[in-house]
């Protein structure tokens, strides 16, 4: 199964700053025929299931702000916030859906402020 | 608008036997896969199962393959998880998914149900 990783496991950032996460796989996402990574961030907020923000690891879902941004190719990947927003506090998630089952998440950042 | 309502959760003995459904509407449910994943209580997202369009390709994680099946019902706007001898550590929030293709493979999750909690205790 490929592992996912992300880091840190929780960050706090002050109103207004740039955030970043990290996620680290253990199989290249990369898939040669297309070049495209198969890799998507998921934004969970309290009490609430989570909600699509980047898939194929750059391409923000319709109706996502643009202070978000994912970037990275192969095994390493980062999702950035811009400039923190109050209701951008949540844990975020990093999934791969490289190929065959199972697809798997990172374990979560939790970000503060 | 898209809406995916879970529902069948609830509170199991363990070896006991329950079933999850999810009411789809607001898009054309049989031309697209579908899925199931997991949430222990304050943990990360666990991927349970998917289920193709057609019902003609399903997979399953290993943790649930033998117990677990899921199905559809595209005349209903409907998909199931027929969870069988549950344990402790099934217990979980179940999210039903909506992919954004019709093939389970190489899924992207687009839409959430609100989950649907299960608890295996006795």
């Known amino acids: 199964d490929i592992v996912m990783t992300q880091s840190p496991d929780s960050l706090t950032v002050s109103l207004g700053e740039r955030a970043t996460i990290n996620c680290k796989s253990s199989?290249?996402?990369?898939?040669?025929?297309?070049?495209?990574?198969?890799l998507a961030w998921y934004q969970q907020k309290p009490g609430q299931p989570p909600k699509l923000l980047i898939y194929w690891a750059s391409t923000r879902e319709s109706g996502v702000p643009d202070r978000f941004s994912g970037s990275g190719s192969g095994t390493d990947f980062t999702l950035t916030i811009s400039s923190l927003q109050a209701e951008d506090v949540a844990v975020y998630y990093c999934?791969?859906?490289?190929?065959?089952?199972?697809?798997?998440f990172g374990q979560g950042t939790k970000l503060e402020i | 608008e898209v809406q995916l309502v879970d529902s069948g959760g609830g509170l199991v003995q363990p070896g006991r036997s329950l079933r999850l459904s999810c009411a789809a509407s607001?898009?054309?449910?049989?031309?697209?896969?579908m899925h199931w994943v997991r949430q222990g209580p304050g943990k990360g997202l666990e991927w349970v199962s998917g289920?193709?369009?057609?019902?003609?390709?399903?997979a399953y994680a290993d943790s649930v393959k033998g117990r677990f099946t899921i199905s559809r019902d595209n005349a209903k706007n409907s998909l199931y998880l027929q969870m069988n001898s549950l344990r402790a550590e099934d217990t979980a929030f179940y999210y039903c998914v909506k992919a954004t293709s019709p093939h389970h493979l190489s899924p992207i999750f687009d839409y959430w149900g609100q989950g649907t909690l299960v608890t295996v205790s006795s």
């Open positions: 289920i193709s369009w057609n019902s003609g390709s399903i």
């Open positions: 199989h290249s996402l990369l898939f040669s025929s297309n070049n495209k990574n198969y």
């Open positions: 999934q791969q859906y490289y190929s065959t089952p199972p697809y798997t």
């Open positions: 607001g898009f054309t449910f049989d031309d697209y896969a």
